[in-house]
């Protein structure tokens, strides 16, 4: 069945630091991906998202690019900040109808 | 924007208690499902519904129940609360115009003691 896997946490980087959090994924289809963000108390909205082999998703500083040769789908950002601190989650949606999430990275960004 | 409401941020109840969370949405949405949040479990789909009156059995169904009376509200039911119930509960909505995106509610802290 379909499946994500990312990267376990918790990661700690200091402010201005680059920020990588790997996901690679088990799909049958042809999925669309996506990176989902929770900050403290809230719940989870979306931070970025591919539908198709070799797109890039970006915001706030974000990227993910869409790798069908090797599954994956890994969020960067050159220069985290304080406000980036939060959880995120890598997902995928094969049939448009049902999501499939990994288990959470948390990022703390420290000053 | 989309808005996701749930009746309730925090909630306690007693094991035995049945159980009601609420979740609405506003933008007419035909989707809608509902989540359980665990440390390192991620998050878990429990139930889901396509139409008012459709339900649709998720990952870990087991102990719930949902209701699905109007397009715009999404109930989870825990008809008799247990302890390894106690999670966070996120409701969320998928609409046919907005290509495979979710919209998630702010969630419920659910402590069953």
């Known amino acids: 069945g379909d499946s994500v896997t990312q990267m376990e946490g918790p990661v700690t980087l200091s402010e201005e630091a680059f920020l990588t959090i790997n996901c690679t994924y088990t799909a049958t289809g042809y999925p669309s991906l996506f990176w989902y963000v929770q900050y403290p108390g809230e719940g989870l909205q979306l931070l970025l998202k591919?539908?198709?082999?070799?797109d890039k998703g970006s915001n706030k500083g974000f990227e993910a690019t869409y790798r069908k040769e090797t599954t994956s789908f890994h969020l960067e950002k050159g220069s985290v900040q304080v406000s980036d601190s939060a959880v995120y989650f890598c997902a995928l949606s094969d049939t448009g109808n049902q999501f499939y999430f990994g288990t959470g990275t948390s990022l703390t960004v420290i000053p | 924007d989309v808005k996701v409401t749930q009746s309730s941020r925090y909630l306690v109840k007693r094991t035995g208690e049945k159980v009601f969370l609420e979740c609405v949405q506003d933008m007419d949405h035909e989707n809608m499902f509902w989540y359980r949040q665990d440390p390192g479990l991620g998050l878990r789909l429990i139930y889901f519904s396509y139409d008012v009156k459709m339900k649709e059995k998720g990952d870990i169904p087991e102990g719930y129940s949902v209701s699905r009376e109007k397009k715009e509200r999404f109930s989870l039911i825990l008809e008799s609360a247990s302890t390894n119930q106690t999670s966070m509960y996120l409701c969320?909505?998928?609409?046919?115009?907005?290509?495979?995106?979710?919209?998630f509610g702010p969630g419920t802290r659910l402590t069953v003691l």
């Open positions: 591919a539908t198709k082999a070799d």
């Open positions: 969320a909505t998928l609409g046919y115009l907005i290509v495979n995106e979710q919209f």
